[in-house]
């Protein structure tokens, strides 16, 4: 077999043009996630009353079901819902399905990566142990600050590695906005193979930038976690 | 000056303490004696609200509360009067020993960041480690790391400290150093409760020995009348038991 490496060269330069769409797609859904995410844990831990019971519920029934069903299932009902509600509930007159489908894909990764992060982040506050906790009561520090000074921060370095390989899953998964008729790498890709039939060269191109994004993400990581781990380290720094 | 009494604290319906009271005066040093599971951790926490007591009053200088209804202020106003040393140190990880001594001061109390390190450093001099101001927590041995547990709660200029066995998580040959930190400062007058099994600190630095035993508080006076004339046949038993060559004259 012959690969057309012309058209892989051009596919190449062309999906790059994705990068950034996936990018924006990972960010603002790592920004809506995360806080949402940190403050269901923190709710799990601090009281095991009837929202921990929901978030508890939201957790399965999203890490239950492939992400594929989800964003089926959302993009199928969300624009004519949201249609209904601004048209016939409040009387305005926004066309919702002239919106970018950018945000779609935003809503279904943000509903999916917040059940992911939820569990991320609960176990991470658990690496940290009560007794710090305990110990800044007695110190006289309030709940609030216990948790923003002493407790958070360990646990955000802990939950790094697992992070890592959740925004890693993120970037991957973002490949399947082109359901959403998102134009991001894949979908580009996939357009310009079909043109020619050249679809081994593009699905390696595919691959290729998603390594290089891929590798470049966990690089980052690594050097974030190097930084902010200092307190971990045994030999005098 | 403080006085606590009444507690009762079940876990289920394990009934842990049953009406302990514990009357401490200023510059006392209390040392709680008494078997394992026989509830002397839950009751040290029971005072600073680390538990939740089932019932029990307390009383410290012009404070005073049921310690199953204390209001969030109440209890914010016993703690910033209070210092705790723990079994396992629970220091912060993520916090220099320095830093770790400060933060009761500048984020709790307000002190100024300058001054708050002047009194940092003078509470790590004090228990000996000059050098570790900028040490992490896990760069520290267990001696050392309970030693800027007790710094950290001196530096906070507490009416009482409470330890709880503070040397018994330490390798035999760093108990001493940590002792030795206690010993100074009662002899500073600094007023504690301490739990602990060194029998020979309680001999020679109590004011107070109380014999804590199934949760009730079975026999309490100073050191020379528990160690050498105990009343009561369980404290007795407990001696001979962990003190191989007691002998008492009845
Ligand atoms: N958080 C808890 N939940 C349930 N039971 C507890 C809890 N903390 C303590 N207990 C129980 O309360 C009893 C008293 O425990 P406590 O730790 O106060 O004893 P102690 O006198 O400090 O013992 P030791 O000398 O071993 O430290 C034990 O039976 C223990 O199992
Ligand atoms: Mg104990």
Sequence with gaps: MKLNTEFMRETFIASLGGVPKTFLITILTLLVSIPIAFSMALSKLENKNVSSKIVTGYVSLIRGTPIVLQILFIYSLLPSTLNYLIKDVFGLSYNIFKMNKIVYAIIVFSLNNIAVLTELFRSALGTVGHGQMEAAMTVGLSKRQAYARIIIPQALVAALPNLCNTVIGLIKNTSLAFLMAVQEITAISKMKAASGYYYIEAYLMIALIYIIVCTVVQLLFAVIEHQLSGYKKRLAV | ?250
Excluded: W
Aim: aromatic share 6%; hydrophobic share 40%; with cysteine.
């Design chain 2, 1 to 250: 000056m403080l006085k606590v009494k009444n507690v009762s604290k079940a876990f289920k319906d394990n009934q842990v303490l049953k009406k302990v009271d514990l009357e401490v005066e200023k510059g006392d040093v209390v040392v709680i004696l008494g078997p394992s599971g026989s509830g002397k951790t839950t009751f040290l926490r029971c005072i600073d609200f680390l538990e939740k007591a089932d019932g029990g009053e307390i009383e410290f200088d012009d404070i005073k509360t049921d310690l199953n209804h204390a209001s969030a202020k109440t209890i914010e106003k016993i703690r910033k009067k209070s210092a705790f040393v723990f079994q396992n140190y629970n220091l912060f990880a993520n916090k220099t020993a320095l830093q770790n001594v400060t933060e009761g001061l500048t984020v709790a109390r307000k002190v100024p960041k300058a001054e708050a390190i002047e009194i940092a450093k003078k509470a790590l001099d004090k228990v000996g480690l000059s050098d570790k101001y900028d040490s992490y927590p896990v760069q520290l041995s267990g001696g050392q790391q309970q030693r800027v547990g007790i710094a950290r709660a001196i530096a906070v200029n507490p009416d009482i400290i409470l330890f709880d066995e503070p040397t018994s998580a330490l390798d035999p040959e760093l108990v001493g150093e940590v002792l030795k930190i206690m010993r100074e400062l009662a002899k500073e007058g600094i007023t504690m409760i301490v739990v602990t099994h060194e029998m020979k600190f309680a001999q020679d630095v109590a004011t107070k020995v109380v014999f804590m035993d199934g949760g009730v508080v079975v026999e309490e006076g100073s050191p020379k009348e528990i160690f050498t004339k105990p009343k009561e046949e369980r404290t007795r038993e407990f001696l001979m038991r962990i003190l191989p060559d007691f002998d008492y004259t009845i």
